[in-house]
C-alpha cells in the first residue's frame, strides 16, 4: 500500500541466522528457533556499535600490521627484519612472483577492501539509505564470503618461512607486524559476523 517492498519484518517473519530457518513473530522476549533452538531476534543487539568498534580497532592495526616487520630473519652472518612490503618486493627479485602475489592481495588488498567495505555497509545501514539496498547486500555477502578464505596469506608466510629455513639455514622470529596483522584478520572477521545484514533494509 505505501509502494515499499515487503520484507520478512513487515510480513511478521524472523530468520534464524545459525540454520536460516524462516518462522513466524511471535513477539516471545526470548524467541528461540524451533529447529537448533538458537535464540532469535529481529535485529543483532548493539550490531552497528560493535560492528563501528571492532572496524576502527581493525583500521587502527591495519597501519602497523603494513610498517612494523612481521617476521626477523637471524643468520649466522646477517640479521634482517622484513615488513610485508619488503617481503614481496624480495619474493618479485627472487622469481618466486606467484607467492608475492598472493602474499600482497591476501595481506594488503583484501584487508584494506573489507574495512572499506564494511566501512560502506555501516554508513548505509546507519543513514537508512533507500538506494542501492541490493547491491549492498550483495557486498556484504561477498565480505562474508572472502572472510573464509582471511588466513590464506597467513599460511603463504608460513610456507615463505619454512622455504627460508631450509634454504638458507635461518631461525625466524615472528614480528610486532605480523601480530598486529592477526589481530586485524580476527576484527574484521568479528566485525562482519556482528553487523546485521537486514538492517540494510530497514524503512528509513
Known sequence: MTGRAATGRSLGL???????LTMRDAKAPQMRCARCHARLHERKPHSLALTTTLLVLAAILYVPANLLPVMDTQTIIDDESD???SGVLVLLHSGSWPI?????????VVPLLKILALAVL?????RRLPNGRMQRSQLYRAVEFIGKWSMLDIYAISLLATLVQVQSFASIIVGWGAWAFGAVVVLTLLATHTFDERLLWDAR
Do not use: K
Open 14 to 20: 524472523l530468520v534464524c541466522l545459525d540454520c536460516h
Open 100 to 108: 608475492a602475489m598472493l602474499v600482497f592481495v591476501a595481506s594488503i
Open 83 to 85: 615488513t610485508i612490503i
Open 122 to 126: 555501516i554508513y548505509s545501514a546507519w
